[in-house]
C-alpha cells in the first residue's frame, strides 16, 4: 500500500502538534504531487497501530513510545511552552519557578495515549518539584480551556499569542521540549514523503 | 446480565501490562515437574536479548563442569577487581584483591549480579562448557557470545565514548533513541521466553545437573537479593522466588522460579524493552512482577500428595 504521485496520502498527527506545524505538514506532502492527502489527527498509541494496519501510510508520534515493527526516524525536538492562567502569581514573576504551580492542577492528555511520554512529563515535574494531581484534557484546546478556568496549568506547543486568561511560561525549553519521530512500515513506498515531513520537522526544531 | 461481560484472558492482562508500563513484554510459563505441562506464552517463542540473564546458562555450565570433575568447587581464586568488568555490585565494586572459592564467585555472580564475578567465571569454563550444556538440554536457540566485558567493549564502540560509565549515560539521552547491538538480538547474546524456562524446568525437575549440584543451584537462586521485579508480584509468606535478572539500557529481564509451599513449582521468563530510556523505571520493573503474577497464578496446582488438597486458584 504505497501512495502513487497523483494518488493519495494518509498522514497521521499526534494531538500534541500545534496547529501550524500540521499544516506545514499537509503542505509539504502536497507539493510531492498528491491529489489527496488527508491528516488524521489522534493519540500516539493509535497513529501507531493504524500505521501498523495500514489506515496510515506514516505519522509523526511522540518520543518515547512503543514503535516496534515500524521504522522510525530520528528524534526531533519541538518547541513547549508551560501555560499557565494570566492572574497567576507564576505569570507575573520574572523568574518562574516550578513548584510556584503547586496550588494548580495539570491538564494533561490522557496517559493512555501514550504512557511513556506521559510518564516521563510526569517526572520531569517530579524531579525539578512540582507533584500535583492530573486531569485528563484531550487537546490543546482542552489545555488552554482548563488553563484559562484559573485552576489549572498545562503543556502547550502552541506558541504565545492572544488567548484570554492564558499566559506562556517560558520554562526549561530544552527538557520540556516535544520529542517526535516519524514512523512508517517498513514496507511501505514512502521515502520521498518521509523526507518531506523530515524537511518540515527539522526547520522548525528546537536549536 | 453477564451473558455479554466478556473477561480478559490473562494473556489480555498480561499484554495490557506491558502496554501500561510503556514497554514491549515476551513471557513464558510453565509448571515445572508436571507431566500435565501446562504453560501460558505471551510471545514466548520469539527470540530475545539476554543481558545478565546470560549468568544463569553460565552458572549452570559451571555446576555441570563440576558434576563432570572438570572444576573442583571449592578451589581457590585470586581476583583483582581492576582488573575486572566494572559494576556496581560485589567483586567488581570491591577497591583491593580478594581470594575467593569457584562456588562463591559463582554465588556471588548470581545473587547480586556481579559483574566481574561473571568475567572470572567466563574465563574459568569458557563458552565451549555453555554451548555443550545448552545442546545437551536441547535450547538450540539460546546462543551466548561473550560476557559482560565483551558486551560493555562494543557499547563503548557504537557510543563513540571512551568508557564505560559515558556509554551508559549516551545510552540514557532521550533524544538519541540508540540501536546498538546490545539491544539486538541477532548480535548479542540472546534466547526465547520458552527455552529459559525449558531450562529451569530441567534444573527443578533434576535432569540438568546431580542432586548435589541441583540443590546448590536452587539455593543460590533463592538467595538473589532484588525484590523489584517478579519478586514484587509475590510478596506473600513462605513464598521462594528462585531468580536471575537482567539489565541494560532499555532492556530489564527475569526469569525465575516461583515456589509456593505444597504446590509445584513455577518457572516464568519475562523479558521486556522499554520506550523511555531512562536509567531508572520503577514501573516497568513493577509491570514484569504484575506479570509474572498473573501468569503464574493461572498455572498453580497442588502437589498430588499434598494434604492441603486441591487449591482453589488451580485453573490451568
Given at each position: 500500500?504505497?501512495?502513487?504521485?497523483?494518488?493519495?496520502?494518509?498522514?497521521?498527527?499526534?494531538?500534541?502538534?500545534?496547529?501550524?506545524?500540521?499544516?506545514?505538514?499537509?503542505?509539504?506532502?502536497?507539493?510531492?504531487?498528491?491529489?489527496?492527502?488527508?491528516?488524521?489527527?489522534?493519540?500516539?498509541?493509535?497513529?501507531?497501530?493504524?500505521?501498523?494496519?495500514?489506515?496510515?501510510?506514516?505519522?509523526?508520534?511522540?518520543?518515547?513510545?512503543?514503535?516496534?515493527?515500524?521504522?522510525?526516524?530520528?528524534?526531533?525536538?519541538?518547541?513547549?511552552?508551560?501555560?499557565?492562567?494570566?492572574?497567576?502569581?507564576?505569570?507575573?514573576?520574572?523568574?518562574?519557578?516550578?513548584?510556584?504551580?503547586?496550588?494548580?492542577?495539570?491538564?494533561?492528555?490522557?496517559?493512555?495515549?501514550?504512557?511513556?511520554?506521559?510518564?516521563?512529563?510526569?517526572?520531569?515535574?517530579?524531579?525539578?518539584?512540582?507533584?500535583?494531581?492530573?486531569?485528563?484534557?484531550?487537546?490543546?484546546?482542552?489545555?488552554?480551556?482548563?488553563?484559562?478556568?484559573?485552576?489549572?496549568?498545562?503543556?502547550?506547543?502552541?506558541?504565545?499569542?492572544?488567548?484570554?486568561?492564558?499566559?506562556?511560561?517560558?520554562?526549561?525549553?530544552?527538557?520540556?521540549?516535544?520529542?517526535?519521530?516519524?514512523?512508517?512500515?517498513?514496507?511501505?513506498?514512502?521515502?520521498?514523503?518521509?523526507?518531506?515531513?523530515?524537511?518540515?520537522?527539522?526547520?522548525?526544531?528546537?536549536? | 446480565?453477564?451473558?455479554?461481560?466478556?473477561?480478559?484472558?490473562?494473556?489480555?492482562?498480561?499484554?495490557?501490562?506491558?502496554?501500561?508500563?510503556?514497554?514491549?513484554?515476551?513471557?513464558?510459563?510453565?509448571?515445572?515437574?508436571?507431566?500435565?505441562?501446562?504453560?501460558?506464552?505471551?510471545?514466548?517463542?520469539?527470540?530475545?536479548v539476554l543481558a545478565s540473564v546470560y549468568k544463569l546458562p553460565l552458572f549452570l555450565a559451571f555446576c555441570a563442569e563440576v558434576d563432570a570433575?572438570r572444576l573442583d568447587a571449592s578451589g581457590q581464586l585470586r581476583i583483582v577487581p581492576s582488573d575486572c568488568t566494572p559494576g556496581p555490585t560485589g567483586i567488581a565494586s570491591f577497591r583491593d584483591p580478594v581470594t575467593m572459592s569457584r562456588r562463591d564467585v559463582a554465588a556471588s555472580m548470581m545473587t547480586v549480579s556481579d559483574n566481574a564475578a561473571a568475567d572470572v567465571l567466563l574465563g574459568e569454563i569458557g563458552t565451549t562448557a555453555v554451548e555443550e550444556l545448552l545442546?545437551?538440554?536441547?535450547l538450540?536457540?539460546t546462543r551466548i557470545v561473550g560476557g559482560t566485558a565483551d558486551v560493555y567493549q562494543?557499547l563503548?564502540?557504537?557510543?563513540?565514548?571512551?568508557?564505560t560509565?559515558?556509554?551508559?549515560?549516551?545510552?540514557?539521552?532521550?533524544?538519541?533513541?540508540?540501536?546498538?547491538?546490545a539491544?539486538?538480538?541477532?548480535?548479542t547474546s540472546a534466547t526465547?521466553?520458552?527455552?529459559m524456562?525449558?531450562l529451569l524446568?530441567a534444573v527443578w525437575?533434576?535432569?540438568a545437573l546431580s542432586?548435589e549440584s541441583t540443590a546448590f543451584a536452587q539455593q543460590v537462586m533463592r538467595a538473589q537479593i532484588w525484590p523489584h521485579r517478579i519478586a514484587?508480584?509475590?510478596?506473600?509468606?513462605?513464598?521462594a522466588i528462585a531468580g536471575k535478572t537482567g539489565t541494560i539500557?532499555?532492556i530489564r529481564n527475569e526469569v525465575a522460579v516461583?515456589?509456593?509451599?505444597?504446590?509445584?513449582?513455577?518457572?516464568?521468563a519475562?523479558f521486556?524493552?522499554?520506550?523511555?530510556?531512562?536509567?531508572?523505571?520503577?514501573?516497568?520493573?513493577?509491570?514484569?512482577?504484575?506479570?509474572?503474577?498473573?501468569?503464574?497464578?493461572?498455572?498453580?496446582?497442588?502437589?498430588?500428595?499434598?494434604?492441603?488438597?486441591?487449591?482453589?486458584?488451580?485453573?490451568?
Open positions: 500500500m504505497s501512495p502513487a504521485p497523483g494518488g493519495s496520502c494518509t498522514g497521521g498527527a499526534t494531538r500534541a502538534l500545534p496547529d501550524r506545524l500540521v499544516t506545514l505538514c499537509v503542505t509539504a506532502l502536497s507539493r510531492r504531487g498528491e491529489a489527496t492527502v488527508s491528516t488524521r489527527s489522534a493519540s500516539t498509541v493509535e497513529l501507531v497501530d493504524a500505521v501498523r494496519s495500514g489506515m496510515c501510510d506514516l505519522a509523526v508520534v511522540e518520543h518515547p513510545a512503543l514503535t516496534e515493527g515500524l521504522d522510525a526516524g530520528p528524534v526531533v525536538k519541538l518547541r513547549r511552552w508551560l501555560v499557565v492562567p494570566a492572574d497567576h502569581r507564576s505569570a507575573r514573576s520574572d523568574r518562574p519557578r516550578l513548584p510556584m504551580l503547586s496550588d494548580l492542577t495539570f491538564a494533561a492528555p490522557p496517559r493512555a495515549g501514550n504512557p511513556a511520554s506521559f510518564d516521563a512529563v510526569q517526572d520531569l515535574l517530579r524531579e525539578r518539584g512540582l507533584d500535583v494531581d492530573t486531569t485528563p484534557a484531550v487537546d490543546d484546546r482542552a489545555v488552554l480551556a482548563a488553563v484559562a478556568a484559573g485552576t489549572h496549568f498545562g503543556v502547550s506547543t502552541s506558541p504565545p499569542g492572544a488567548v484570554p486568561g492564558v499566559a506562556w511560561l517560558d520554562w526549561a525549553p530544552s527538557a520540556l521540549a516535544l520529542r517526535v519521530r516519524i514512523v512508517r512500515r517498513a514496507d511501505a513506498d514512502v521515502g520521498v514523503h518521509v523526507d518531506a515531513l523530515d524537511r518540515v520537522l527539522f526547520k522548525e526544531r528546537v536549536r | 446480565m453477564n451473558g455479554g461481560v466478556r473477561r480478559d484472558t490473562a494473556v489480555d492482562r498480561i499484554r495490557a501490562v506491558f502496554a501500561d508500563a510503556g514497554c514491549t513484554g515476551w513471557l513464558h510459563a510453565r509448571r515445572c515437574a508436571d507431566p500435565r505441562a501446562a504453560m501460558l506464552s505471551v510471545r514466548g517463542d520469539e527470540r530475545v570433575g545442546t545437551r538440554l536441547g538450540t536457540r562494543r563503548v564502540e557504537e557510543t563513540d565514548t571512551r568508557t560509565v559515558e556509554a551508559f549515560r549516551a545510552l540514557t539521552d532521550i533524544d538519541a533513541a540508540w540501536t546498538v547491538s539491544y539486538d538480538p541477532a548480535y526465547t521466553p520458552e527455552e524456562t525449558r524446568e525437575s533434576g535432569s542432586p514484587s508480584g509475590f510478596p506473600h509468606r513462605g513464598v539500557g532499555i516461583v515456589e509456593f509451599p505444597g504446590e509445584y513449582p513455577i518457572a516464568v519475562v521486556t524493552r522499554a520506550a523511555r530510556a531512562d536509567p531508572v523505571l520503577p514501573v516497568v520493573d513493577a509491570a514484569i512482577g504484575e506479570a509474572a503474577r498473573i501468569a503464574v497464578t493461572g498455572l498453580r496446582a497442588p502437589l498430588p500428595d499434598d494434604p492441603a488438597g486441591p487449591s482453589s486458584a488451580e485453573s490451568a
